[in-house]
C-alpha cells in the first residue's frame, strides 16, 4: 500500500508497540493510546523464539535487547519425583529469555523513533467499522485503521461484535523476579511438575532468573501473594533455595484466560495479541505470537492497495496457526491441574511419550517455536 495510512492504537504493551514500531517505519502515521499514566509492565521474564525474534531483528532492537538476555540451550521437564521427562536441544535455534520491562522499553522508543506518537491517559472505550475510535473523555478520532491492542478485557473487539468467548479458566499464574546467583545454571529453562501444580525457574538476564508458579485458582495457596513459601516448597522441595530467594514484596497472582473470537477484522477495525488470542503461558507465545501478527499486519497492509483485503489476507495468513498455538497452550495446562492424583505416574509417561515419539516431537517444536519449522529436537 503506497498511501500513507492515519492509524489509531488502543494499548500501549508488547502487541501495540511491535504494531506501532513496524508500521511507522513503513510511513505511516501511527498513535497509540495507553489507559495508564505511563508505559509498564509486569517486572518478570519472557520467552522470545524465532518468530519473534525474526521481528526484532526487522525492527533493529534484537542486538540492543539481547545483550542483557539470556541465550537458552536446554529446556526440561521434571515430575515430582525430579525425574527428567523431556529434554529439548536447541541446536543451532536462537531462543531467549528476556526482562520483559526491557523489551517493552525497547518497542516504545523503536516506535518513537520512527514517528509513532504515544498518548498516555488516553483511554479507548470502542470503535465502529467506519473508522471511528472514542475515547473516556467524550472525545473521538477518525483513522484509516483502528486496531485493537487492549488486551483480554478489549474494549475495541467488544464494541465491534467480534467477541464469541472470554473465558476465565480454572488455573492461574505467579511471575515473579528473582536475585540470580552463581548457582543458577545458565542456557536452561526447567519447568517441574508436581500434582496439579507447576514451577518454572529460567535465568533472563545477568542479574535475574524469572519465575512462575502456576497452580488451581481455586486453591487460595496458589493465588496468595506475597507468596506463600511454606506450600511451594513443601510442592516442589528440589528448588526450596529458589523459593527462598523469592522477595516478600512482589508478585501477582493472574487467572488465566481463553478468547475466542468471530474473526481478526471488521470494516476498518482490527483485534492484535491477547484481544484476538488471549491464552495461558503455556508454551510461552503470548507474546511471539502478538508480535509476529503485528510485524505481518504491517507488511500485509504494504502489500495490497486497499485496508480491507490487507486485513483479509492477514487473518487468513495468520490466524490459523495463532488458534493452534492457543489451542494446544490450553491443553498442555489442562494435563497439569485436572489430571487425576491417582495417575501422576501415567502422566509422566505421557509427557515422556510426546517427547520420544517423532510425529508428536516435530508437532510440539512447532508448536513452540509459533507456527515455524527450525531445528530442534527432544532428547
Given at each position: 500500500?503506497?498511501?500513507?495510512?492515519?492509524?489509531?492504537?488502543?494499548?500501549?504493551?508488547i502487541a501495540?508497540?511491535?504494531?506501532?514500531?513496524?508500521?511507522?517505519?513503513r510511513?505511516?502515521?501511527?498513535?497509540?493510546?495507553?489507559s495508564g499514566?505511563?508505559?509498564?509492565?509486569i517486572?518478570?521474564?519472557?520467552y522470545?523464539?524465532r518468530?519473534?525474534l525474526?521481528?526484532?531483528k526487522?525492527?533493529?532492537i534484537?542486538?540492543?535487547?539481547?545483550?542483557?538476555?539470556?541465550?537458552?540451550?536446554?529446556g526440561?521437564?521434571?515430575?515430582?519425583?525430579?525425574?527428567?521427562?523431556l529434554?529439548?536441544t536447541?541446536?543451532?535455534?536462537?531462543?531467549y529469555?528476556?526482562?520483559?520491562?526491557?523489551?517493552?522499553e525497547?518497542?516504545?522508543?523503536?516506535?518513537?523513533?520512527?514517528?509513532?506518537?504515544?498518548?498516555?491517559?488516553?483511554k479507548?472505550?470502542g470503535?465502529?467499522?467506519d473508522?471511528?475510535?472514542?475515547?473516556?473523555?467524550?472525545?473521538?478520532?477518525r483513522?484509516?485503521?483502528?486496531?485493537g491492542?487492549?488486551?483480554?478485557n478489549?474494549?475495541i473487539?467488544?464494541?465491534?461484535?467480534?467477541?464469541?468467548a472470554?473465558?476465565k479458566?480454572?488455573?492461574?499464574a505467579?511471575r515473579?523476579?528473582?536475585?540470580?546467583?552463581?548457582?543458577?545454571?545458565?542456557?536452561l529453562?526447567?519447568?517441574?511438575?508436581?500434582?496439579a501444580?507447576?514451577?518454572?525457574?529460567?535465568?533472563?538476564?545477568?542479574?535475574h532468573?524469572?519465575?512462575?508458579?502456576?497452580?488451581?485458582?481455586?486453591?487460595?495457596r496458589?493465588?496468595q501473594?506475597?507468596v506463600?513459601k511454606?506450600?511451594?516448597r513443601?510442592?516442589f522441595?528440589?528448588?526450596?533455595d529458589?523459593?527462598?530467594?523469592?522477595?516478600?514484596?512482589?508478585g501477582?497472582?493472574s487467572r488465566?484466560?481463553?478468547?475466542?473470537?468471530?474473526?481478526?477484522?471488521?470494516?476498518?477495525?482490527?483485534?492484535?495479541?491477547?484481544?484476538?488470542?488471549a491464552q495461558?503461558?503455556?508454551?510461552?507465545?503470548g507474546?511471539?505470537?502478538?508480535m509476529?501478527?503485528a510485524?505481518?499486519?504491517a507488511?500485509?497492509?504494504?502489500?495490497?492497495?486497499?485496508?480491507?483485503?490487507?486485513?483479509?489476507?492477514?487473518?487468513?495468513?495468520?490466524?490459523s496457526?495463532?488458534?493452534?498455538?492457543?489451542?494446544?497452550?490450553?491443553r498442555?495446562?489442562?494435563l497439569?491441574?485436572?489430571?487425576?492424583?491417582?495417575?501422576?505416574?501415567?502422566?509422566?509417561?505421557?509427557?515422556?511419550?510426546i517427547?520420544a515419539?517423532?510425529?508428536?516431537s516435530?508437532?510440539?517444536?512447532?508448536l513452540?517455536?509459533?507456527?515455524?519449522?527450525?531445528?530442534?529436537?527432544?532428547?
Amino acid at each position: 500500500m503506497t498511501a500513507r495510512l492515519k492509524i489509531e492504537i488502543a494499548g500501549g504493551g508488547i502487541a501495540g508497540l511491535t504494531a506501532a514500531a513496524a508500521l511507522a517505519q513503513r510511513g505511516h502515521s501511527v498513535r497509540v493510546h495507553e489507559s495508564g499514566d505511563e508505559l509498564r509492565e509486569i517486572g518478570a521474564g519472557l520467552y522470545l523464539k524465532r518468530n519473534s525474534l525474526e521481528v526484532l531483528k526487522r525492527l533493529e532492537i534484537f542486538d540492543e535487547l539481547v545483550k542483557y538476555a539470556e541465550r537458552l540451550h536446554f529446556g526440561e521437564i521434571r515430575d515430582e519425583h525430579n525425574r527428567l521427562l523431556l529434554r529439548r536441544t536447541l541446536g543451532g535455534e536462537e531462543a531467549y529469555t528476556v526482562l520483559r520491562g526491557r523489551l517493552h522499553e525497547l518497542l516504545a522508543s523503536a516506535a518513537r523513533a520512527a514517528g509513532a506518537q504515544i498518548v498516555l491517559s488516553s483511554k479507548v472505550v470502542g470503535a465502529n467499522p467506519d473508522g471511528v475510535v472514542a475515547f473516556a473523555n467524550g472525545d473521538s478520532a477518525r483513522a484509516d485503521l483502528i486496531i485493537g491492542a487492549d488486551g483480554v478485557n478489549s474494549a475495541i473487539r467488544d464494541s465491534v461484535g467480534l467477541t464469541k468467548a472470554n473465558d476465565k479458566l480454572l488455573d492461574g499464574a505467579i511471575r515473579l523476579l528473582i536475585p540470580r546467583v552463581a548457582a543458577d545454571r545458565g542456557g536452561l529453562s526447567t519447568e517441574y511438575w508436581s500434582s496439579a501444580c507447576r514451577a518454572g525457574v529460567v535465568p533472563c538476564s545477568p542479574d535475574h532468573v524469572y519465575v512462575f508458579l502456576i497452580g488451581p485458582q481455586e486453591d487460595s495457596r496458589v493465588s496468595q501473594v506475597p507468596v506463600d513459601k511454606a506450600f511451594w516448597r513443601q510442592q516442589f522441595p528440589q528448588i526450596t533455595d529458589v523459593i527462598d530467594r523469592i522477595p516478600s514484596d512482589v508478585g501477582r497472582f493472574s487467572r488465566h484466560a481463553f478468547v475466542t473470537v468471530n474473526g481478526w477484522s471488521r470494516g476498518r477495525v482490527a483485534i492484535l495479541g491477547d484481544a484476538a488470542h488471549a491464552q495461558p503461558p503455556n508454551l510461552g507465545q503470548g507474546a511471539g505470537m502478538s508480535m509476529a501478527n503485528a510485524a505481518a499486519l504491517a507488511e500485509l497492509l504494504d502489500m495490497h492497495d486497499d485496508v480491507g483485503n490487507a486485513l483479509a489476507a492477514w487473518e487468513a495468513s495468520r490466524r490459523s496457526v495463532s488458534e493452534a498455538v492457543q489451542r494446544w497452550s490450553y491443553r498442555y495446562g489442562v494435563l497439569g491441574y485436572r489430571w487425576p492424583s491417582a495417575f501422576l505416574g501415567l502422566r509422566s509417561m505421557t509427557i515422556r511419550a510426546i517427547g520420544a515419539m517423532g510425529p508428536t516431537s516435530r508437532r510440539w517444536g512447532w508448536l513452540w517455536r509459533g507456527g515455524m519449522n527450525a531445528p530442534l529436537s527432544a532428547l
